[in-house]
C-alpha cells in the first residue's frame, strides 16, 4: 500500500472513533491500539482463524477487486472481516461472533501492527467493505472444507 493509501486508511478508519485525533494519537503515541464503535460505518465478523484464514484465500479467488479490510488477533486466534453495518443481520455458526452498533473493536493502525492485532488487508480509505453474500458464501465453503478435514487430522 502506498503512503497517500494508509494515510487515507488512517483517516478512515479514525472517522469511526468518538475523537479520531485523540484515536492516531493513541496509535502513534500509545500502544497502538484505539477502541473503536462499530454499527457507524462498519460491523465486524470475526470468526476462529482457520475459518477465518481459508475465507480470505476463498474471497481472493472469488474477486477481481481486493477484499474488504481484514484483521487478524493472533493471540485470540480470530480473524475480522469489516462489512457493512447491520443489526439485523444474523450471522451464526460455531464460534462466530457479529460486533456491530454498541460494540467496542480494537484496531491497530492501518500502517503497522500493534501487539497481537494485524491487518491482513488493511483498510484503504475508499469505504471498501467486505459483501456480506460473497463473505457468507467463502464461510460456508470454508466450513465445508475445514469439517471435511478436521477428521483426517485427528482433531
Given at each position: 500500500?502506498?503512503?497517500?493509501g494508509w494515510t487515507d486508511g488512517v483517516e478512515w478508519l479514525a472517522a469511526a472513533a468518538l475523537d479520531p485525533r485523540a484515536c492516531k494519537r493513541a496509535w502513534d503515541q500509545g500502544d497502538?491500539?484505539?477502541l473503536l464503535e462499530a454499527g457507524r460505518f462498519?460491523?465486524?465478523?470475526?470468526v476462529?482463524?482457520?475459518?477465518?484464514?481459508?475465507t480470505l484465500d476463498l474471497l481472493w479467488?472469488?474477486?477481481l477487486p481486493a477484499p474488504g479490510p481484514t484483521l487478524v488477533d493472533t493471540a485470540a486466534h480470530r480473524v475480522g472481516f469489516l462489512l457493512p453495518p447491520d443489526p439485523a443481520d444474523r450471522w451464526i455458526g460455531s464460534g462466530v461472533r457479529h460486533a456491530t452498533r454498541g460494540s467496542?473493536?480494537?484496531?491497530p493502525p492501518p500502517y503497522r501492527p500493534a501487539r497481537s492485532l494485524e491487518w491482513l488487508?488493511?483498510?484503504d480509505g475508499s469505504?471498501?467493505?467486505?459483501?456480506?453474500?460473497?463473505l457468507e458464501m467463502a464461510l460456508r465453503q470454508a466450513s465445508g472444507t475445514l469439517s471435511t478435514l478436521t477428521p483426517l487430522r485427528g482433531e
Open positions: 500500500m502506498t503512503r497517500a497502538g491500539i484505539a462498519w460491523d465486524v465478523l470475526s476462529p482463524d482457520r475459518l477465518g484464514l481459508l479467488r472469488f474477486t467496542w473493536v480494537a484496531m488487508i488493511p483498510p469505504g471498501s467493505l467486505h459483501q456480506p453474500l460473497a
